[in-house]
Each structure stands twice: as C-alpha cells, then as structure tokens.
C-alpha cells in the first residue's frame, strides 16, 4: 500500500501563498488519483482539489476555484497544492488523499472514497 506524506504547511498572512507537498512511498503514485482536502476545527472534512491518475483531469472546491492549483509529478511519487491569496478561512488542516480504484480520467470529491490518507499539515492564515 501507498504511505502518504504532507509537507509545506505553516503559518502565513492573508493575500500570501504556500505550497503544499504530497510525497508518496510504497508504490508508485500513477495509478492513484489524488485530492487535497482540509478540516477546519469543529467542522467537516471538506474536498479542495483533485486530480486524475495521469493529471489530465482536475476539479477545485468552488471556495478556491483560481486561487489553488494542484498538479502531480508521477515521476518524482509527488503532489503538489499551490496556494495563492489566502484567506483566513482557509485556515485548516491540509490532507492529501489517494485511491487506486478510480477509472482512468477519473475525479472524485468524496473523502470517503480514498483508501489512503498523510498524516496532515496546518495551514494558519492570519488577517
């Protein structure tokens, strides 16, 4: 089974950016499509971003629709979350999530759907 492994959260004002990685051991990260989710105390764990198994397809949260962009390097087992113009409420713990039984092209927000999860990264946007 795949282990996955976030990086790159951390504290950073509003307006700023942070780039978040996903790096990926145990098997080779093609043949899973990938999704970023986050959870904010007291909520649900909610979908931000995901990608198809060769990156060719992407879907975004509405919430962050232009401001993040997620994309994979299959070569290097990574994926990756750019974030820009953050706000506060985009304050959370960051996770990345990925499954194997997805068909090709494939992308899915449910987090209930992906087997194999990191250990999550914070993410502290301040006004």
């Known amino acids: 089974q795949v282990q996955l492994v976030e990086s790159g959260g951390g504290p950073v004002q509003a307006g700023g950016s942070l780039r978040l990685s996903c790096a990926a051991s145990g098997r080779t990260l093609s043949t899973y499509a990938m999704g970023w989710f986050r959870q904010a105390p007291g909520k649900e764990r909610e979908f931000v971003a995901g990608i198809s198994r060769g990156g060719g397809n992407t879907a975004y949260a509405d919430s962050v629709k232009g401001r993040f962009t997620i994309s994979r390097d299959n070569a290097n087992n990574t994926v990756t979350l750019q974030m820009n113009s953050l706000k506060p409420e985009d304050t959370a713990v960051y996770y990345c999530?990925?499954?194997?039984?997805?068909?090709?092209?494939?992308?899915?927000?449910?987090?209930?759907?992906?087997?194999?999860w990191g250990q999550g990264t914070q993410v502290t946007v301040s006004s």
């Open positions: 999530a990925g499954d194997q039984r997805f068909a090709i092209g494939m992308v899915t927000t449910a987090p209930d759907l992906f087997d194999y």
